[in-house]
């Protein structure tokens, strides 16, 4: 089969012909119908610090994020069945660890990650464990059922937000943000404040739901915010963008007692005023990893399968496997969402 590999500790990656997996014990054979890049796989195509400190065995096959029909069964396969469309939920959990024990798997003490930890899903086939392999409708294309995994980060964190009614902000409005704007419209939010640096992500914000978009580097959202909301401020922030200046800045814009939900990585300590916008504010603050399996996973689909959420404006291209390496020097020129590859 064809796979897009991270073979030597350098930039970039090369398109292989590698023997089609076979499924172990408790694994299903999927054929990939589409996968999509991520920021963790930018980070391991550049080869940077964290990549060179997470990838411990080269080569190896990159990608997370996808969906596909199941064509094989390992040994010890319960409930798949050939033939079904499935979704990869991307944390492996070791099923042992206290956090396992005590329903949070998707935060296991021992995770295990495709193309990170294990071969993934750049590739035409993939052997996947059944437990993550999660059956979909068939009415969520396979484009869409690629980005249901960072989809899932993002509506877990809206929906431990309870936004129904809510003023809210979107910090960032990556494939991560736009999502979560589009989940929180759904979801009965009042009012959406979409904030980023791109205005062509900005547009996307709009189309997905957003009432307010602000540029940052044009405007001064606090005020913004802080006039609309009649100097009270946002009932909650959602930080998708990882950006220290910017988590400190919406800190300014949250409004007392409100909600702060973190799901961007920023890529050095942000250093906060704890007394005045946390301690005073009585803020609450929320951190999140991922998708709760499988609580997360049945919200989506229910969304999706219910025309509820357009995820039109988070993949803006499809490509073939082979131009991968066109795809991700297309990221890095900028108006780009999701970039979704077909083997």
């Known amino acids: 089969m064809k796979a897009y590999l991270k073979e030597t500790p350098a930039r970039g990656g090369v398109l292989r012909d590698i023997p089609v997996p076979v499924p172990g014990e408790g694994e299903v054979l999927i054929k990939v ?44 396969v ?115 404040f979409a904030l980023d640096i791109s205005e062509y992500r900005l547009g996307l914000a709009k189309e997905s739901g957003a009432r307010y978009a602000f540029n940052p580097a044009k405007s001064d959202p606090v005020k913004e915010i802080r006039d609309l909301t009649d100097g009270v401020g946002v009932d909650a922030f959602f930080d998708a963008s990882g950006s220290p200046e910017a988590i400190v800045q919406a800190f300014k814009f949250l409004r007392k007692g409100g909600h702060a939900h973190l799901v961007g990585l920023p890529s050095r300590p942000v250093t906060l005023d704890l007394v005045a916008d946390i301690v005073f504010k009585e803020a609450t603050v929320h951190g999140y990893h991922g998708r709760k399996m499988f609580q997360t996973w049945t919200a989506m689909m229910n969304l999706l399968d219910g025309g509820k959420v357009n995820l039109k404006p988070i993949v803006s291209h499809t490509m073939p496997l082979a131009r991968a390496d066109e795809a991700f020097e297309l990221i890095h020129g900028g108006n780009v969402s999701k970039v979704v590859l077909v083997p």
């Open 33 to 76: 119908k589409a996968t999509a890049i991520c920021g963790t796989d930018i980070h391991i195509h550049e080869w940077n610090a964290w990549a060179q400190g997470a990838v411990k065995n080269l080569p190896i096959v990159m990608g997370h994020e996808f969906s596909g029909e199941v064509v094989d069964l390992g040994p010890g």
């Open 78 to 192: 319960k409930d798949l069945k050939k033939g079904d469309y499935v979704s990869g939920e991307t944390h492996i959990p070791c099923g042992r660890c206290y956090q396992c024990r005590n329903g949070q798997q998707h935060i296991c003490a021992n995770l295990l990650l495709p193309g990170v930890h294990r071969n993934g899903s750049f590739a035409e086939y993939i052997a996947y464990p059944e437990l993550c392999s999660v059956k979909m409708p068939r009415s969520i294309a396979p484009e869409y059922g690629a980005v249901m995994e960072p989809l899932g980060v993002g509506v877990n964190a809206v929906m431990e937000g309870h936004v129904g009614g809510s003023n809210i902000a979107v910090v960032g409005c990556g494939p991560i943000g736009i999502g979560m704007i589009a989940v929180a419209s759904a979801m009965g939010a009042a009012r959406i």
